[in-house]
């Protein structure tokens, strides 16, 4: 058992290098290069004038590919670590912020990877990439003793509704990352209209794509735990400060939905919706820290 | 006669007409998406206020922004998911809902389902990207035959109108997705349904609190009591607790009916009434006699409280009614490491400090209080108490949910509907085939996808499947097209995605 949990974790740190490295890649690809020409001139009169001029070009494919192959080998030591915690613990593994932080990172990548592959771009990725090593980083700053392996607290002792309830939440909370890397490159691109980053429509479509998946996946989270609260705590909705800023995160992504299909929103207005959709998740993710509540024990 | 009537059959029909005008404005009122953003922000905030009221951020409010003490103590004050203002959003919204998201729809998408459309116009397909040209050496008809064919194999409904020579295509898919749209929206109203029905026909006591030996009515006309037998509790190296049960008896009118081990997660049920493990605590069993030596109480007192001078200390208090005084019991500090200072009363382990408070004390006069350990009794104030052993409580609730099962349904609905309207997207294929002048058929096909890359995506890669029927062939558009499917002069009856 002990063997398992350390073995989570290193698949959990190489996965981190690599997340490290992909979004470098990422980012190299995305921003393209700057190329710098210097000219020395001479004047009539025999004066010497340096010109410099500064031009932008398309990121290198080869890191992109390099990109892709580092995230594709990120995502699969992040299953092998979530794998390797499921075998150490015999249950899903979100138990508490580390365990749920490692799946979340494993979400993230997978669904990136899925849009990466659907819309055959890659530039997002300077976006997604650096929002899961941030996820990384926020849980090497946990304190060890959530990595060991515990016993579940009385309260999550239900794993097929705790499996069930927090995977839809990792999922949900993975797209609308996708979907707030789409937004911020739209938004790029409205102003600065690069030609080597993906057309608006293309990154409008990405956005709403995301946010298809995760808001019947989020609406499956509220609906699972009101169910399992139901059990556990004799009442299906309680007001409780995390489902309430889950339920808040469902209410905005609702108000994108229906002012992009029925008012027929697209573009800027559309993409700031969805980032504030996306810091609603953040709120969310982390709302246990700020409030407490029944789901306190899911936090540090 | 006429001239008479005149006047009121004019009254009456203004008196109509201003009818309809209400109830048109009113109608409007609750289609508008602006409204309905407007109630959806307005009810997610009303949901913030109510929740940070609950947390530290109103305090931090209050300390640190000069003049707003005022209203955080408001806030603070204000019930806001039981307030009438929140009721009545949610009424709002819920019509909102129903007129709006489903009744104002319905003729639209119907006609869309059952009778769409046929005909197009020339200029809608020239104006298209992107969008495909057909040609084909046989007859319009064998073209239309030939496409209809290939649609149909990709799942299409395929319907044709002859209008002069040219004959126009409509073709659809998933077009039963979009009423996906109506169990979402009912599902909505149904759980807030189920959340009043529970309101309104169930009960909950959340501070359950029975201690071992004891037993408590659970009241609401059920008749139920419930005695906690034992509590048992497991504990973790870390002090973490890894388990606790409540074994517990259900009584009907006193007699045992249901009996069980309650934890967390696994409640016990008898006729309506659920009863809920949710936490537990320390307890004391005491007798308290009167100065004749007449017992006024004998019982166990959860120790639910904290000392208002160390929070650790657990405490007990209740009223002893017989003598006109209060009894207050506080135990050993239960966590001795944190914040030793506050300490004061130094109560050890298997002792318990006793007060009793006699309510005609003069006020600033201290009550007479002491340290008793267990087994040992104490007289204060002519009122002696018995420290007859530690026990354990168990915190549970009792609840009757009977909004529950249509909870769970609309949940369901909610999903499902979703599931319908976002993974079975409307797609919509619209063309003119006509004679070509040199014989033969020619003609133009084009999504209805207007600003839908996916839907404009969906098209061309069908036109690439279409390619290989060798009946027509099949190009892509190429020409000097109006902006993608921007600006079209189509009117269709209901929206290009489906929506939720």
């Not at chain 1, 899903?92 to 990548?109: Q, R, W």
């Not at chain 2, 009818?19 to 009122?29: E, G, P, T």
């Not at chain 2, 006109?324 to 004061?344: H, K, M, R, Y």
């Amino acid at each position: 058992m002990e063997g398992l949990v350390k073995l989570s974790f290193y698949c959990f740190t190489a996965a981190s290098v690599a997340m490290f490295a992909a979004s470098l890649a990422y980012i190299f690809h995305a921003v393209g290069r700057v190329r710098v020409e210097r000219q020395v001139l001479a004047t009539s009169t025999g004066e010497t004038v340096t010109s410099t001029h500064a031009s932008f070009d398309r990121g290198s494919e080869s890191a992109g590919r390099w990109a892709t192959m580092l995230t594709a080998f990120a995502a699969v030591l992040s299953f092998f670590s979530v794998v390797a915690r499921i075998g150490a613990t015999k249950r899903g593994p979100y138990s508490n912020m580390y365990e749920f932080s490692l799946a979340f990172v494993f979400a993230i990548l997978v669904m990136y990877l899925i849009f990466e592959r659907k819309y055959a771009t890659r530039q997002l990725g300077a976006i997604v990439l650096p929002i899961a090593s941030g996820m990384a980083i926020y849980i090497w700053s946990l304190p060890n003793s959530l990595r060991e392996s515990t016993e579940l607290i009385p309260a999550l002792q239900n794993n097929l509704m705790m499996t069930a309830h927090v995977s839809a939440a990792i999922f949900a909370y993975a797209t609308f990352a996708v979907s707030f890397a789409a937004a911020v490159l739209y938004l790029v691109q409205d102003r600065k209209n690069l030609s080597w980053l993906p057309k608006k429509e293309m990154l409008d479509d990405i956005g709403y794509r995301a946010v298809t998946i995760g808001f019947p996946l989020l609406a499956l989270v509220l609906i699972l735990g009101s169910v399992w609260a139901h059990d556990a705590w004799g009442s299906y909705w309680s007001w409780d400060p995390k489902e309430t800023a889950a339920l808040v995160t469902w209410l905005i992504y609702g108000i994108y939905l229906h002012t992009r299909t029925l008012r027929g929103w697209r573009g800027s207005p559309s993409a700031i919706v969805l980032l504030i959709g996306f810091a609603a998740v953040i709120f969310t993710y982390y709302g246990n820290y700020f409030f407490g509540g029944l789901h306190a024990y899911g936090g540090v | 006669m006429d001239e008479q009537l005149a006047p009121a059959a004019k009254r009456a029909a203004r008196e109509r007409n201003a009818f309809d005008m209400v109830v048109d404005r009113v109608w409007r009122f609750f289609c508008s998406t602006r409204v309905a953003v407007a109630e959806i922000a307005w009810v997610a905030l009303l949901v913030l206020i109510g929740t940070l009221r609950q947390s530290s951020v109103p305090h931090w409010i209050g300390d640190n922004i000069p003049g707003t003490k005022g209203i955080v103590i408001r806030w603070l004050d204000w019930d806001v998911f039981h307030s009438f203002i929140f009721m009545i959003s949610l009424a709002v919204l819920s019509v909102g809902i129903f007129i709006g998201g489903m009744l104002n729809r319905m003729p639209g998408m119907w006609q869309t389902i059952r009778n769409p459309t046929i005909r197009t116009t020339r200029g809608f397909l020239n104006g298209v990207t992107p969008a495909a040209t057909v040609a084909a050496g046989t007859t319009p008809d064998g073209v239309i035959e030939a496409i209809t064919a290939a649609l149909k194999k990709k799942r299409y409904r395929v319907f044709t109108e002859k209008v002069g020579d040219a004959t126009h295509l409509y073709a659809d898919k998933n077009s039963l997705g979009q009423l996906g749209t109506y169990p979402f929206h009912l599902a909505m109203i149904i759980i807030l349904a189920g959340g009043i029905v529970t309101a309104q026909w169930g009960f909950r006591e959340l501070q359950f609190i029975v201690p071992e030996g004891g037993r408590l009515d659970v009241g609401h006309g059920t008749g139920l009591s419930v005695e906690l037998v034992q509590f048992v509790d497991t504990y973790a190296q870390t002090g973490v607790p890894e388990d606790y049960r409540s074994d517990i008896v259900i009584l009907k009118d006193g007699e045992p009916v249901k009996s069980g081990s309650i934890t967390v997660n696994h409640p016990l049920s008898y006729e309506n009434a659920t009863v809920y493990q949710s936490s537990f605590g320390q307890a004391v069993q005491v007798r308290v006699t009167d100065a004749n030596g007449n017992v006024i109480l004998e019982d166990a007192l959860p120790m639910m409280y904290q000392s208002l001078l160390n929070p650790d200390a657990p405490a007990a208090r209740i009223d002893l009614l017989p003598v006109n005084a209060s009894l207050v019991i506080i135990g050993p500090d239960s966590n001795p490491f944190n914040q030793p200072e506050l300490d004061t009363l130094n109560v050890r382990s298997g002792e318990m400090w006793v007060q009793v408070r006699s309510n005609d004390l003069p006020a600033g006069t201290m009550p007479p209080a002491a340290i008793v350990a267990q087994g040992h009794a104490v007289t204060l104030d002519g009122v002696t108490v018995e420290f007859i052993r530690e026990k354990r409580f168990s915190l549970m609730q009792v609840a009757y949910n009977p909004g529950i099962p249509i909870f769970i349904f609309g949940g369901i609905m909610l999903v499902a509907g979703l599931a319908a309207v976002f993974y079975f997207p409307l797609r919509r294929i619209r063309g003119i085939i006509e004679p070509a002048p040199d014989g033969g058929a020619t003609g133009l096909i084009a999504p209805l996808a207007k600003r839908d890359w996916s839907g404009q995506q969906d098209f061309e890669h069908l036109m690439e499947q279409l390619k290989a029927e060798p009946a027509f062939t099949i190009e892509p558009k190429i020409g000097k097209d109006a902006e993608a499917n921007s600006a079209t002069p189509e009117t269709d009856v209901s929206n290009d995605e489906g929506t939720a």
